[in-house]
């Protein structure tokens, strides 16, 4: 059974365009994240979402724009693409035990190749 | 704002041999959770290992270990036994008590070789 799932796994797209990464996690967690890695291969924070709500947006340019449906669920949508956006993007979840957010776990990741 | 910082971009080790990892981390907070995730070339981030701040004791899984050391601010990881699947890049990551969010090191890449 996979936890977090991400699609799709890989997305090739021309600058300018739009697109969007889906994620959703069956672990019953109340906390999704997004993190990007770029191609050094550091990872970075970009949004974090509580039962549907935004807690953390990190400088990310409004292009991008986070969509939680539902718990489950957290979508990126990307608007206008640029070169720079090209990335692994990470979807994590995670969950609030006892006042504590416990350790996050990661989709797959979705490599993003913007020509 | 919490830093982590990864002082070893690569590394290397034979199989069956040990070889530990180093990490430190800045920050003000007293309450914090410290973690190791491994990414082989599957791009999957997969959780190594997780430290409670509050606890003295070094957590230990399988043929990982971690040494904290709190006042030094210093996480680092050991692998004993390394098998050749244990190749990958291996960060270390910080959680404050609220945990909205990991602040990452730069990465170190392990080559465990035959």
């Known amino acids: 059974d996979t936890a977090v799932s991400q699609t799709p796994k890989y997305l090739v797209t021309q600058m300018g365009n739009d697109k969007s990464i889906k994620c959703e996690q069956n672990l019953g967690h109340d906390t999704m994240y997004w993190y990007k890695q770029d191609s050094k291969k550091f990872l970075k924070i970009m949004f974090s979402y509580n039962n549907k709500e935004l807690i953390i947006n990190e400088t990310v340019p409004n292009r991008f724009s986070p969509k939680s449906p539902d718990k489950a669920h957290l979508n990126l949508h990307i608007n206008s693409l640029e070169l720079g956006d090209s990335a692994v993007y990470f979807c994590?979840?995670?969950?609030?035990?006892?006042?504590?957010?416990?350790?996050?776990?990661f989709g797959p990741g979705t490599r993003l190749l913007v020509l | 704002a919490q830093t982590v910082t990864q002082s070893q971009p690569e590394m290397s080790v034979q199989e069956a041999e040990t070889v530990t990892l180093s990490c430190t981390y800045d920050?003000?907070?007293?309450?914090?959770?410290l973690f190791w995730y491994k990414q082989p070339p599957s791009r999957q981030m997969i959780l190594v290992i997780r430290?409670?701040?509050?606890?003295?004791q070094n957590a230990t899984e399988n043929r990982f270990s971690v040494n904290f050391q709190k006042a030094a601010k210093s996480f680092s990881l050991k692998i004993s036994d390394s098998q050749l699947g244990d190749t990958a890049m291996y960060f270390c990551?910080?959680?404050?008590?609220?945990?909205?969010?990991?602040?990452f090191g730069g990465g170190t890449r392990l080559m465990v070789k035959p």
């Open positions: 990551a910080f959680n404050n008590n609220a945990g909205n969010m990991l602040t």
């Open positions: 920050t003000s907070e007293n309450n914090y959770y």
């Open positions: 430290q409670e701040a509050y606890k003295q």
């Open positions: 994590a979840s995670s969950q609030v035990l006892g006042g504590v957010r416990e350790t996050q776990y």
